[in-house]
């Protein structure tokens, strides 16, 4: 063995890859940590004891307890973290739509503008109708009863 012994290491190039591999697995791992972390908060099955149990054991044996979670408990992560999406898009859903309701309750302009354009669309209206009344919901004027009120007479 009087020759020199070359590692993968040796070469620039393979010294790259390794060193993005490495970078890119340790990036994985605090990826992986975190979502382990924030999944034990957001269960509500576990008792603040097992909580606290699950997070010092990921805390002080890190790369075992990261396993043992994910095996012991990784099945309904996915659940919980669908769940807590849906919950935050019900949310957002709901925010948008008392938002977009006026300071009354009632619907805003946009809505009155839109039940006008389907009722002219149907031919229930005439134009100069429908400019007086888009006329009257733009000025602030027209509250929705000016709309329902061409509703109603389009049913006629």
């Known amino acids: 063995m009087s020759g020199a012994t070359y590692l993968a290491y040796d ?3 393979l010294s790259a890859f390794w060193t993005m591999l ?3 697995l340790w990036i994985m791992w605090f990826v992986l940590l975190f979502r382990v972390v924030m999944d034990i908060f957001r269960d509500d099955d ?3 004891w097992a909580k606290t149990g699950w997070l010092v054991f990921t805390i002080v044996l890190p790369f075992l307890g990261v396993f043992v979670y994910v095996i012991a408990r990784g099945k309904n992560m996915g659940r919980r973290e669908i769940a807590q999406a849906r919950a935050q898009q019900e949310a ?3 925010y948008v739509r008392e938002t977009a309701k006026g ?3 009632r619907a805003g302009s946009v809505d009155d503008l839109a039940r006008l354009s389907e009722i002219k669309a149907r ?3 005439s134009d100069e109708e429908f400019r007086r009344a888009k006329e009257l919901v733009l000025s602030g004027h027209g509250p929705a009863e ?3 009120r061409f509703a109603s007479s ?3």
């Open 123 to 125: 031919g229930d209206i």
């Open 22 to 24: 490495v970078f890119f």
């Open 154 to 156: 389009a049913g006629r």
């Open 92 to 94: 957002f859903d709901s």
């Open 103 to 105: 300071a009354d309750g």
């Open 11 to 13: 070469y620039p190039l």
């Open 46 to 48: 576990l008792s603040g």
């Open 146 to 148: 000016h709309s329902d």
